[in-house]
């Protein structure tokens, strides 16, 4: 599904200085796997993550995902790729403040030129889904609490049913309730065959998975 092949990303900071946050990595991801990601801060987990959902490319190396070689497409080719696979669960929910929460669940299909009346009802189910009650539909982001705000955020991600979801931090600021039941629906998506990727911090959390990547300065260190 995923596949790195001697994967390198600098982040060029002036003219003359740059960091390497990922060096040489090569690492595969089968289809159906909950893959946690763990690893220290900086160490470059985020950036394995923009790299696998293809919304940044890499230096050096290639990204393979589900048997495209990445760096042979066109931008276009590549928004595609990234708009039929991919689900992305940022650490900030990210929500646009203007708009009531069930237009953000449907804004990125909206965006893709869906019209409303296809997408209204299974945005509805996903508010529910995610524990939220159908009132919320129509409330802003900034009257829900950040927790609420992240559910929706998921109900966002989860729209168009993506075969492989990335999750950065998704539980961080959650009170362990809710945490917990966000990672009941991980399992629900998993059981249904979504491929998940996650990036946590939490150790009890990561044994949730079906395995771990551990990312030490830009390296990965060992894979269980
Ligand atoms: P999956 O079976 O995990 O869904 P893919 O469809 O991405 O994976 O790839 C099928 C298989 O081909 C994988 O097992 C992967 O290791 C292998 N593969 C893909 N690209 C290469 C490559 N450039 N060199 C070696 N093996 C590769
Ligand atoms: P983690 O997610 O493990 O905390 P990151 O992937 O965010 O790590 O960062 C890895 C390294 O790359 C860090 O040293 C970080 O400061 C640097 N980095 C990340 N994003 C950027 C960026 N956009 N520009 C410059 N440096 C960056």
């Known amino acids: 599904m995923i596949y790195f092949e001697d994967v390198t990303k600098k982040y060029q900071l002036t003219r003359s200085r740059s960091i390497v946050a990922l060096n040489n990595v090569s690492i595969e991801i089968h289809k159906g796997e909950f893959i946690s990601v763990i690893g220290p801060s900086g160490s470059g987990k985020s950036t394995f993550l923009a790299l696998a959902s293809l919304l940044d490319k890499q230096t050096n190396g290639e990204v393979y995902l589900n048997g495209n070689r990445t760096s042979l497409l066109k931008d276009k080719e590549r928004t595609n790729l990234r708009y039929e696979l991919c689900g992305y669960i940022f650490q900030f929910a990210s929500l646009t403040p203007a708009l009531p929460v069930i237009d953000n669940i449907m804004l990125p299909l909206l965006l893709r030129g869906k019209p409303r009346k296809d997408l ?8 529910a889904d995610v524990g939220l009650k159908d009132e919320y539909a129509y409330h802003q982001p900034y009257q829900l609490s950040g927790g609420e705000q992240r559910r929706v955020a998921v109900a966002r991600a989860l729209l168009k049913k993506p075969k ?8 961080s600021a959650l009170d362990d ?14 059981d249904q065959g979504t491929t998940i990727v996650m990036v ?3 150790k009890d959390l990561a044994k949730e998975g079906t395995g771990v990547i551990e990312i030490r300065d830009g390296n990965v260190e060992c894979r269980m």
């Open 200 to 202: 946590t911090h939490d």
């Open 120 to 127: 209204e009802e299974q945005a509805l189910k996903l508010l």
């Open 164 to 171: 492989i979801l990335f999750a950065d931090e998704p539980t």
């Open 177 to 190: 309730g809710t945490a917990k039941d966000l990672i009941r629906l991980f399992h629900k998506l998993h």
